[in-house]
């Protein structure tokens, strides 16, 4: 099975802008998290789509918002950029959902702000 | 609210050592945990996953040990490579998501 796909890979951008991040997850997967990862904060949880639901959010501002689509695949979008947005942002695949299963992750978007 | 630490938060030492790193939860009520390996700049690999009611889990030369009631696990190295240089993380389960440590960054040196 191919794994978690994310793209772009790496991503600028000045402030004020939005932007638009893509994970495909493994095959047969139903639900995709999404996390930032800074050196600061370490890895903090944003949001789950479970069949096209959020089901679960992080605590994010409204800026951050995503969606999942009923081919599993999931988009999260960041609008007004700030600098502190800048980040690795790296998605999960787990084949139900929830706490109970193992979680493959995405090679990750290095988003830059500038 | 689930807490998790890692100790050491930085390791360094010479091939072959055999290591442990330690992940310790506030709440012991969990499902599992797993343990990921993280290369700079990259995304999460999945090593181990251990459910409640296992004890320990292997792969390859990782060893990885739960104790729920004290709210630790292990993972445990053998035979350390240069290429096992990383940073590991572990994370467990909280309501519908996951907490992660801090991560343990690991230098093995040839």
């Known amino acids: 099975k191919a794994g978690v796909t994310q793209t772009p890979r790496y991503l600028i951008k000045t402030r004020g802008q939005q932007v638009t991040l893509s994970c495909s997850p493994i095959?047969?997967?139903?639900?995709v998290s999404w996390y930032q990862q800074t050196p600061g904060q370490g890895l903090q949880f944003l949001f789950e789509?479970?069949?096209?639901?959020?089901?679960n959010k992080g605590n994010f501002p409204g800026r951050f918002s995503g969606r999942q689509f009923s081919n599993s695949r999931s988009e999260m979008n960041v609008s007004t950029l700030e600098l502190g947005d800048s980040a690795l942002y790296l998605c999960?695949?787990?084949?139900?959902?929830?706490?109970?299963?193992?979680?493959?992750f995405g090679p990750g978007t290095r988003l830059t702000v500038l | 609210k689930q807490e998790v630490t890692q100790i050491p938060a930085a390791l360094s030492v010479p091939e072959g050592e055999n290591l442990v790193l330690n992940c310790s939860f506030t709440?012991?009520?969990?499902?599992?945990l797993q343990w990921f390996r993280q290369d700079p700049g990259k995304g999460l690999t999945s090593l181990l996953l251990?459910?409640?009611?296992?004890r320990e889990q292997t792969s390859g030369r990782l060893n990885a040990s739960l104790d729920k009631s004290s709210g630790r696990s292990t993972l445990y190295i053998a035979a350390s490579q240069p290429g096992d240089s990383a940073t590991y993380l572990c994370?467990?389960?909280?309501?519908?998501?996951?907490?992660f440590g801090p991560g343990t960054r690991l230098s093995v040196l040839p």
């Open positions: 994370a467990v389960p909280y309501g519908q998501n996951f907490v």
């Open positions: 095959s047969g997967h139903r639900s």
């Open positions: 789509y479970f069949s096209e639901t959020q089901r």
């Open positions: 999960a695949s787990h084949e139900r959902g929830g706490s109970y299963n193992e979680q493959f």
């Open positions: 251990i459910q409640s009611s296992q």
């Open positions: 709440d012991s009520a969990i499902y599992n």
